[in-house]
């Protein structure tokens, strides 16, 4: 299942490595971003329970086997290659860092250590689940700072990069911070609360303003949010107050946010109304809603769709995935690539954070005992089997929310500092095996 | 399969719309983008046949519906309304514009008219896969026209919002003219034709760049392309070109492509290579095309990710799904909505297209017979059934090809001309019952 969901030259190069019979080789790779995107101080993590769940399902079904068989890239290769292919498993262990942890450039996220095919396939896969949720966690995160005391909906689905897109991106929202989704799906799957009433098309269904709202409110009650831009805002807001309690809301999406809802307000509050909450929504992102906090526009919560589901201000994360070691019988040799401007380090890594600062380190290296750190990847799979479930979304959500309140004042910006304030430094025997590996390199290849 | 995909508050106006009795009316909904994204002049619809499989396929569960009933949202509602639900699936009628279609805002690309539940129901998820396809296809007729008499082909699952928006896109790239993608799954679901041949990983795990080159050349004989930036691009080449034929192509991924191609170029020409191609990744976009296409830089083929997958300049295309029109009890009427910046056209339509300029009308308007037009939106779906096969994406691309070859070269710049050349006009019947639709609603709502 969603084994052809790859890049075709991970195939050639499985095909490959298994004439050369690199195929018993052990492969270490790791995933991580090497630079951070325009205006971000951190990322989020986000959307390890997805690549866990591709892993334990990775297979080829008999039909993708042939219809690989009859390309012309693999006209040259045995048949017992696509035999492999037909038993293939994962059988690696997975190291990772839990759902919810600020994290930084050039730090390993995800580690995965299997037969040298097993982990060149998986490459595609998981730098798309794990890439996108991290993006769409960490925009979320923007969002919800520049709310302040007002909660944030991710309302999305429809204009995110396909339906399953939209599925995700509520996820990965909600693990940054918002209160919950519109997506259903979302709800019933990983338990996200979902949010939503009514929209336009409802008010112009009936025959009048009034009088659907009139049906909404037999509806649904004290959750009843009114809708109330569909002809005049402010006349909207009066047939709402008209038909009295139960009410919970009224919900702009038009016009100048911060007058309407400070005209809104009025009204609810001259009614008596103190407890009813605006909600707006309509084109928002951290940018505007930073905006409206500072002005203390009356806004209790915000809806966010397009600029959230999409990252609009920075639409991609620029992860990678690299090998770092290969094991070959009992040899092992440290890998890294040193082209121009992409520069990798080599060698199994161990991300330790202290307080306020980073320390990158070889694999192997025991847990500094300078000050108190913490350990940041951990394992998550051993010889392809989980070793404990993972947190869930409430979880993960709860661990960003303790992570991101212990963060220096200056990464919660919406703008990069002038000097970033998180210090990211590499082990003293990092930076060794960095200079000995590109040492080897130049040799052999002069 | 995929009901839940949507927002809850379809559900909410499904179970309201239920209770008011009104779910035997009829509703038509359109599906049109209000404005030209960023740089875009015109777009270029895909997506119909996910969106038509997905209707296809709707249905609710039990375990889901049993959910829904769970939630506060639905603590009102009937035990009736989740037996319709069991029993929905999609009956109505649906119009579409085919795939590979350059259009204009304003103009619908999709009609669907079915009871109002399911017609609003399906609103989610047609706007997440006819959008997303729509903005991919559009974005990647930039990259193919700034490529010039070079191909492009589609490289961006891995930096896509997630695994299925990078299959999603691979189709939609190929529509609008990359000659295939990377996705594997894209050539077995789609039959797009799949690229690729070797990574940095590839060549990192030989013990040397040459041992690796060997390798991959006995591999694919004469589809062998090198990657050969790992070390030293210039060193890769000669190395390359040490090995003698077979050969296809050198790949350079990082670098200044211009003078790197060019010396690269040189090298193979003095060797009699004349026939080897060069193939560039890292980084492009349309932008940077532009620019090595006007300097002659001698490059067959381009690889494009992120950029293209995620229509990185411009990422949402801002779709919307508007109700137009209700019947119920043999009495029809025509909705629109008129707040302040959010204005739509009542009454279901056709677009009717001529040489250089459309008109958008009513449906029931005839053929114009003052000049050669083509109706664009065509009958697709009747009753729930599918009326004939879709074109596949080798079609649509077919299409897309003859249509943009007839757009006026203003249209097909990277950048916004002064005066958008295709003019978009409304029929008189169209904008009389424009001014009568809006006319009533002011009476209503005063």
């Given at each position: 299942m969603n084994a052809l969901l790859t890049d075709l030259y991970q195939l050639t190069m499985a095909a490959g490595y298994f004439e050369a019979?690199?195929?018993?080789?052990?492969?270490?790779?790791?995933?991580?971003?090497?630079?951070?995107?325009?205006?971000?101080?951190?990322?989020?993590?986000?959307?390890?329970?997805?690549?866990?769940?591709?892993?334990?399902?990775?297979?080829?079904?008999?039909?993708?086997?042939?219809?690989?068989?009859?390309?012309?890239?693999?006209?040259?290769?045995?048949?017992?290659?696509?035999?492999?292919?037909?038993?293939?498993?994962?059988?690696?262990?997975?190291f990772g860092i839990p759902e919810g942890t600020p994290v930084f450039p050039n730090e390993p996220i995800l580690t995965v250590r299997a037969p040298l095919i097993e982990a060149q396939l998986v490459e595609?896969?998981?730098?798309?689940?794990?890439?996108?949720?991290?993006?769409i966690a960490s925009k979320a995160a923007r969002i919800v700072e520049a709310a302040g005391a007002a909660s944030v909906v991710e309302f999305g689905t429809r204009r995110a990069h396909g339906p399953e897109s939209g599925l995700l991106a509520a996820r990965a929202a909600y693990i940054g911070g918002c209160i919950g989704t519109s997506n259903v799906e979302a709800g019933f799957r990983f338990g996200v609360p979902v949010y939503g009433t009514s929209a336009h098309s409802w008010v112009m269904s009936f025959s009048s303003e009034l009088d659907s709202f009139r049906h909404l409110q037999q509806l649904l009650g004290e959750g009843t949010t009114y809708l109330i831009d569909s002809y005049d805002t402010l006349e909207g807001a009066r047939k709402a107050i008209s038909l009295g309690r139960p009410i919970a809301g009224v919900r702009l999406?038009?016009?100048?946010?911060?007058?309407?809802?400070?005209?809104?307000?009025?009204?609810?509050?001259?009614?008596?109304?103190?407890d009813v909450t605006i909600m707006a929504t309509s084109d928002l992102n951290e940018y505007r809603i930073v905006e409206l906090?500072?002005?203390?526009?009356?806004?209790?919560?915000?809806?966010?769709?397009?600029?959230?589901?999409?990252?609009?201000?920075?639409?991609?994360?620029?992860?990678?995935?690299?090998?770092?070691?290969?094991?070959?019988?009992?040899?092992?040799?440290?890998?890294?690539?040193?082209?121009?401007?992409?520069?990798?380090?080599?060698?199994?890594?161990?991300?330790?954070?202290?307080?306020?600062?980073?320390?990158?380190?070889?694999?192997?290296e025991a847990l500094p005992t300078d000050a108190p750190a913490e350990a940041l990847l951990r394992p998550v799979m051993s010889q392809g089997q989980l070793l404990e479930p993972l947190p869930d979304a409430h979880q993960a959500r709860a661990t960003a929310r303790e992570n991101i309140k212990k963060l220096p004042?200056?990464?919660?910006?919406?703008?990069?500092?002038?000097?970033?304030?998180?210090?990211?430094?590499?082990?003293?025997?990092?930076?060794?095996?960095?200079?000995?590996?590109?040492?080897?390199?130049?040799g052999d290849n002069q």
């Open positions: 019979g690199k195929h018993h080789e052990v492969a270490t790779f790791e995933l991580f971003v090497r630079r951070l995107p325009y205006n971000r101080n951190y990322y989020l993590t986000a959307g390890l329970p997805q690549a866990i769940e591709y892993l334990r399902n990775l297979r080829f079904e008999p039909e993708e086997i042939a219809w690989l068989r009859a390309l012309p890239q693999f006209s040259r290769v045995s048949p017992e290659f696509f035999t492999y292919l037909a038993d293939l498993r994962f059988s690696g262990d997975v595609t896969y998981l730098l798309a689940t794990i890439g996108f949720q991290t993006l999406d038009s016009g100048n946010l911060f007058e309407l809802s400070r005209a809104v307000r009025a009204l609810l509050d001259a009614a008596g109304f103190h906090t500072a002005a203390a526009a009356p806004i209790a919560i915000y809806g966010v769709g397009t600029d959230l589901a999409t990252s609009a201000d920075s639409p991609s994360l620029g992860a990678v995935y690299k090998l770092v070691e290969l094991e070959s019988n009992s040899a092992k040799r440290y890998t890294a690539k040193y082209s121009e401007e992409k520069h990798t380090r080599p060698g199994a890594k161990q991300v330790f954070r202290y307080g306020n600062r980073d320390l990158v380190s070889c694999a192997w004042h200056a990464l919660k910006s919406l703008y990069a500092p002038e000097e970033h304030p998180w210090r990211v430094e590499y082990s003293k025997e990092l930076l060794a095996l960095d200079a000995r590996v590109r040492q080897n390199l130049r």
